[in-house]
C-alpha cells in the first residue's frame, strides 16, 4: 500500500482480555516500529524490528507485551490480560533503514489502532 | 537515557503571528533531531529534521536549528496560519539505537483568525 495500514483502528475491550493489533508497513521496508501514545503524551517507544526478528524490545512494559514480524512484512502487538492502564493510541513506524547503516532514515506513521480497555 | 523536553501548550496566537515552540534535549551520542507535526485527526508527520550541529531544517515556512551547545532544536515559523493548528512533537533518535524514537510530550498550537 502506500503508506502504513493500521487495524483495526479502534478496538475496546474488557479488562483480563486478548488482543491483536496489526501493522502493515510500506512494501520493502525492513525496519519496523511500535509505539504507544498516552492521552496527552508523546509516543514512547516499545520495539523495533529489522526484518523478522526484535532488534530491540526494551520498551515492551511487561511480559503481557509481545510482538511478532514472521516474514519480515506485517506485525502484531499482542497484549494478554488487558488491564485499563493499556488503554492508548498504539502507533506502528516503518522505515528503509537497514541494520547496517550509519545514518537517520526517515520514519512513516501509520493513524494509530485506539485501544480501550473497560 | 537520552530524553526530549518540550515548553507547555497549549499555546494560542492570533492569526500571522510569530511562532517559537521551545524544545531541548539530553542524548549520550549524537542524535538527529526532528518535529513531527500531528494534525487533527491525522498520523503523525515529519515536519523537518537537522541530522547535525548547526543544521537547520526547514519545511512549510517552519524552521528550526540544531544548536549543540545549548541542546536545543526550537521550532520557529514567522506567520503563522489557521491551518497551523495541530500538536507538534519534537523528537531525537540515533543510528546506534536503531534509529527508534524519543519524543517530548507535544505542544498544542491553536491559532485564531
Known amino acids: 500500500g502506500a503508506g502504513v495500514s493500521q487495524t483495526p483502528s479502534n478496538k475496546v475491550t474488557e479488562k483480563g482480555k486478548y488482543v491483536e493489533l496489526r501493522c502493515d508497513p510500506i512494501?520493502?521496508?525492513?525496519?519496523l516500529y511500535w509505539y504507544r501514545q498516552s492521552l496527552g503524551q508523546g509516543p514512547e517507544f516499545l520495539i523495533y524490528?529489522?526484518?523478522?526478528?526484535?532488534?530491540?524490545d526494551s520498551g515492551l512494559p511487561n511480559d503481557r507485551f509481545f510482538a511478532v514480524r514472521p516474514e519480515g512484512s506485517v506485525s502484531t502487538l499482542k497484549i494478554q490480560r488487558t488491564e485499563r492502564g493499556d488503554s492508548a493510541v498504539y502507533l506502528c513506524?516503518?522505515?528503509?533503514?537497514?541494520?547496517?547503516?550509519?545514518?537517520?532514515?526517515?520514519?512513516?506513521f501509520g493513524q494509530g489502532t485506539r485501544l480501550t480497555v473497560v | 537515557g537520552d530524553s526530549v523536553t518540550q515548553m507547555e501548550g497549549p499555546v494560542t496566537l492570533s492569526e500571522e503571528a510569530f511562532l517559537t515552540i521551545n524544545c531541548t534535549y539530553t542524548?549520550?551520542?549524537?542524535?538527529?533531531l526532528f518535529w513531527y507535526v500531528q494534525y487533527p485527526g491525522e498520523g503523525l508527520q515529519l515536519l523537518l529534521k537537522?541530522?547535525?550541529?548547526?543544521d537547520k531544517g526547514s519545511n512549510k515556512g517552519f524552521e528550526a536549528t540544531y544548536r549543540k551547545e545549548t541542546t536545543s532544536f526550537h521550532l520557529e515559523k514567522g506567520s503563522v496560519q489557521v491551518s497551523d493548528s495541530a500538536v507538534y512533537f519534537c523528537?531525537?533518535?540515533?543510528?546506534?539505537?536503531?534509529?527508534?524514537?524519543?519524543f517530548g510530550a507535544g505542544t498544542i498550537l491553536r491559532v485564531k483568525s
Open positions: 523528537a531525537l533518535s540515533s543510528w546506534e539505537y536503531g534509529n527508534k524514537l524519543v
Open positions: 524490528f529489522q526484518g523478522t526478528g526484535a532488534a530491540d
Open positions: 512494501s520493502g521496508h525492513t525496519a
Open positions: 537537522a541530522t547535525k550541529a548547526d
Open positions: 542524548a549520550t551520542g549524537y542524535p538527529s
Open positions: 513506524a516503518s522505515s528503509s533503514k537497514r541494520g547496517s547503516e550509519r545514518e537517520n532514515t526517515e520514519a512513516f
